[in-house]
Each structure stands twice: as structure tokens, then as C-alpha cells.
Antibody, heavy 112, light 107 residues
């Protein structure tokens, strides 16, 4: 059964770049497409984007100008970069296999 | 962007009762790309239903999904104590969106 684990800094300063990595175990990253989603505290879910192992991506139009998702097949990992962050980007960030299986999530707070 | 509107916002029911949750889309959604999730406090969402009506692996048969076009429904036939949670619908066409959620609480 696939397992996903998010990792990265829990605190990011305003205007800087948020960087997270998702490590996949129990499955090959070449088997599917892989997603990032987020949930601000006490609010609903928002899709950020997804990537195929080929490197093809699809991003949420509202975030597209600030988002980069990449994949490292040699490490069975994929990553998220979100630039020019503000307090509105404070959220629990989830990685997922497609839409089916989600990681436990990691809280990222944007604050000086 | 397809907007999904869930109703009601909160559903207050007792264990053993039937829960009916609605998800309405601002434009037609292919049933293939409609899913339902359950989320409990401090946990990641769990996929319940995909393709509008297919149960995900390990999901009890008291959960069922139906609908097409712009109107979709999640039904929990008899609420168990572990079913009290927030439920989200999602469409995953070319650009994904979620409903705002329905909280099923104990009456």
C-alpha cells in the first residue's frame, strides 16, 4: 500500500519561497500522477497542482504564477515550490497519489 | 472554474439515522470525475467514493454515492459513531475544485 510523507520547513517568512518534498514508499512514482493540495486552518481544501512522472504538470490557475512542482524518479519523490508567500499561504499541505491516497499533511506557517 | 456548493452546511443526526448530503455543480461534471471524501479532525481526507458512485477500497457499504450532471448525493444509510465528520465533494476535470464541506454532527 502506498505511503506518502511530506517534509520541509514548518515556518517560512513572508515574500520567501515555500519548499516541500513528498517521499513515496510502497509504490513507484512512475505508476501514476502525484498531487499537492492544501487546507488553511479551519477552512476547506484547495488543489495546488499535479505532476506526471514524465514531468508534465497541471496547476491551479489561481496559483499558477507562483507554483512549481517537480519530480525526482531516482529518489521516488516529488516536490512543491510556492514563491512570494504571504500569511494567506499558511495551511496544512498534503501530497497525494492522484486524488486517491493522501499523506498525513504538514503545517506550514508564513510569519516573520 | 466549476464551483461546487454543498448542502446543508451542518447536519445534526443521531447514530442509526440516515444522512443525505448534496453537492451541486455550477456546470455539468462528468460522473467519472466526481469524488467524495471524509475528514476527521487532525486527519487527512479519506477517499470514500469515486466516479460518483464507486466505493473506494475498504469503504463500508453503508456509504453510497449517486447523481449526474450538476447534482450529486452522498448517502450514509445508518450512521455509525465513527461517521461523524466533515464530508467534501470534489470534481477533478482539468482543474480540480472542492465543495466547502458538510459537517455531520451528533444530535
Amino acid at each position: 500500500q502506498v505511503q506518502l510523507q511530506e517534509s520541509g520547513p514548518g515556518l517560512v517568512k513572508p515574500s520567501e519561497t515555500l519548499s516541500l518534498t513528498c517521499t513515496v514508499s510502497g509504490d513507484s512514482i512512475s505508476s501514476s500522477y502525484w498531487s499537492w493540495l492544501r487546507q488553511p486552518p479551519g477552512k476547506g481544501l484547495e488543489w495546488i497542482g499535479y505532476i506526471y512522472s514524465s514531468g508534465s504538470t497541471n496547476y491551479n490557475p489561481s496559483l499558477k504564477s507562483r507554483v512549481t512542482i517537480s519530480v525526482d524518479t531516482s529518489k521516488n519523490q516529488f516536490s512543491l515550490k510556492l514563491s512570494s508567500v504571504t500569511a494567506a499561504d499558511t495551511a496544512v499541505y498534503y501530497c497525494a497519489k492522484g486524488y486517491q491516497s493522501w499523506g498525513q499533511g504538514t503545517l506550514v506557517t508564513v510569519s516573520s | 472554474e466549476i464551483v461546487l456548493t454543498q448542502s446543508p452546511g451542518t447536519l445534526s443526526l443521531s447514530p442509526g439515522e440516515r444522512a443525505t448530503l448534496s453537492c451541486r455543480a455550477s456546470q455539468s461534471v462528468s460522473s467519472t470525475y466526481l469524488a467524495w471524501y471524509q475528514q476527521k479532525p487532525g486527519q487527512a481526507p479519506r477517499l470514500l467514493i469515486y466516479g460518483a458512485s464507486s466505493r473506494a477500497t475498504g469503504i463500508p457499504d453503508r456509504f453510497s454515492g449517486s447523481g449526474s450532471g450538476t447534482d450529486f448525493t452522498l448517502t450514509i444509510s445508518r450512521l455509525e459513531p465513527e461517521d461523524f465528520a466533515v464530508y467534501y465533494c470534489q470534481q477533478f476535470g482539468s482543474s480540480w475544485t472542492f465543495g466547502q464541506g458538510t459537517k455531520v454532527e451528533i444530535k
